[in-house]
Antibody, heavy 124, light 110 residues
């Protein structure tokens, strides 16, 4: 079945980096982009960034642009999100989510398949 | 890239209807017909309920409907059921491969 399997929970110290993986299965990885979305405890969803698995094009929310790196490995059908210079307010559940991809000449700008989330805790 | 504006909470009794609004700007909700809605139960990943303003993915009950007028999108849930109690988020494409979410609305079924 179509699914995104994320890496395990992480505990990091302030100033460190974290790299979360998101392995896709059950569909053609190259046909759908990957979004990264986070949710701080008790807070709402926050869009972090998007990467095309087809050509590597990417963009991220302004607040993360100098700290986030998104990559993909088309051999293992895995997307990665690395967030650097971690602070305590980066403590959150980090989700990867597949976008709707192409259907003919139409691109679907929604997120229909989500990973279960990776909890990243930043604490000294 | 400011978050879309949603009411913090709404409530309704079983069988009633509720509507959740989502207000954006000319740069997102008003310009693009790419508004989507997500349902999130506690401790779970979000679930896509509506895409392209008003389209329902297969498997989503037709009790869920949505629309858009200018810079405000709306999600209506009719015939409320206990399992509809959850947080709901709107999301809009905002151009140049960026998206923006609303702050979320907690739906309580009384």
């Amino acid at each position: 079945q179509v699914q995104l399997v994320q890496s395990g929970d992480e505990l990091k110290k302030p100033g460190a980096s974290v790299k979360v993986s998101c392995k896709a299965s059950g569909y053609s990885f190259n046909n759908y982009g990957i979004n990264w979305v986070r949710q701080a405890p008790g807070q709402g969803l926050e869009w972090m960034g998007w990467i095309s698995t087809y050509n590597g094009n990417r963009n991220s929310a302004q607040k993360f642009q100098d700290r986030v790196t998104m990559t993909t490995d088309t051999f293992t059908n895995t997307a990665y999100m690395e967030l650097g210079s971690l602070r305590s307010d980066d403590t959150a559940v980090y989700y990867c989510a597949r976008d709707g991809g192409w259907s003919g000449y139409y691109y679907y700008y929604f997120m229909d398949v989500w990973g279960k989330g990776t909890t990243v805790t930043v604490s000294s | 890239q400011s978050a879309l504006t949603q009411p913090r909470s709404v409530s309704g009794s079983p069988g009633q209807s509720v509507t959740i609004s989502c207000t954006g700007t000319i740069n997102d909700v008003a310009y693009y017909n790419y508004v989507s809605w997500y349902q999130q139960h506690p401790g779970k990943a979000p679930k896509l309920m509506i895409f392209d303003v008003s389209m329902r993915p297969s498997g989503v009950p037709d009790r869920f409907s949505a629309s858009k007028s200018a810079n405000t999108a709306s999600l209506t849930i009719s015939g409320l059921q206990a399992e509809d109690e959850a947080d709901y988020y709107c999301c809009s494409y905002a151009g140049r491969d960026t998206w923006v979410f609303g702050g979320g609305t907690k739906l309580t079924v009384l």
